[in-house]
């Protein structure tokens, strides 16, 4: 499936319901029915696209990599090998949760971890989403530079060298469309901590696209302030139940938060606008009614002389015709006028006598 125009381009802001791994529930009945809940949520606030992630202990920590200080601050204490392995989505998993958002008209996405993730996610997503941890891993960047999807790549905890490097790859293998998401790696992030003017700076920096993935908890301050800043993609955590046990369910917005979010974003975008400054066509009443101009305070009878205070000044026309632009005050000064002009009127330039 070769996607030839990305979303973030051809339609409007993508917003990603990240689900991440808030699907497990403990049985595999329970996890499919949790998972298929979470894109209905996703539906219902308007998302774009609902992502999982997809991933097997053994493919990603080293045998002793121990426990997460972060998860454990969070009361998580267990071996980070035996939380991804409670956590790992079964690639049978896969084609009935695409199956399903097919059918509910939102797009399927999952962050692969490795070569046979990526293989198991391929057949069914639209575009490719890497993870910020995974920017370094050139087999999952070549992989998806070769099936000329677009990607998204998320940066967090990465510095220039190592998004240009993976920049460089992802072109270097073919890749054409890309989107370098701004994203602080911290659960949640605190917003002195989003540094979101990088948005800016990636899109200048690496002539891509840009967007955010936010772990704030906060649902829509820094998504609306990224539209503003031009992101295309926005990622956001969600869950139904910020008290649901597992990592991600505490800093994840719920439902609520989620529509808010969605819905904020559009408005965001739709103010933005086109950048082209105008008279717009619903500010065309107030323009003709309340712009200044030239306008006559008495009747001015022909063959009378004009003078400002005396028989015009520059006023607001309201429901009368707009006069000349004040610009022309001087070019008009002493001019005798040729015909009628009522009070209120907007002199012009057919007013004059020659």
Known sequence: MTIKSSKWQSKH?????????????????????????????AVEAGADAVKFQTYKPETVYVKNAGRSGYLSDAGITEDILDI???????????????????????DFLSTPFSKSDFEAIDPFVPLHKIASYEISHIHLLQMAARTGKPLVLSTGASNPDDIKWAVDTFHKEGGKELCLLQCTAKYPAPMSG?????????????????????????????????????????????????????PDHSFALNP???????????????ALGSGVKEVLPIEQELAAYARRGLQATKDIQPGEVLEEEVNFAVLRPGQQKLGLHPKHLEQIKGKKVQKLVAVGQGLSFDDLAD
Not at 16 to 33: C, F, H, V
Not at 256 to 270: F, I, S, T
């Open 13 to 41: 802001v993508y917003i990603i319901a990240e689900a991440g791994s808030n699907w497990r529930m403990g049985t595999p009945k329970r996890d499919m029915a949790m998972a298929k809940a979470l894109i209905d949520v």
């Open 84 to 106: 991804f392995a409670d956590l790992s989505m079964p690639y049978e998993m896969l084609p009935e949760l695409a199956s399903y958002c097919r059918k509910v008209d939102i």
């Open 194 to 246: 989003l540094n979101l003017k990088t948005i800016t700076w990636l899109k200048e920096h690496f002539k891509v696209d840009a967007g955010l993935s936010d772990h704030s908890r906060e649902p829509t301050v820094a998504p609306v302030m990224a539209v503003a800043l031009g992101a295309r993609v926005i990622e956001k955590h969600y869950t139904l139940d910020n008290r649901l046990p597992g």
């Open 256 to 270: 609520d938060d989620l529509k808010a979010l969605v819905r904020q974003v559009r408005m965001a975008e739709e």
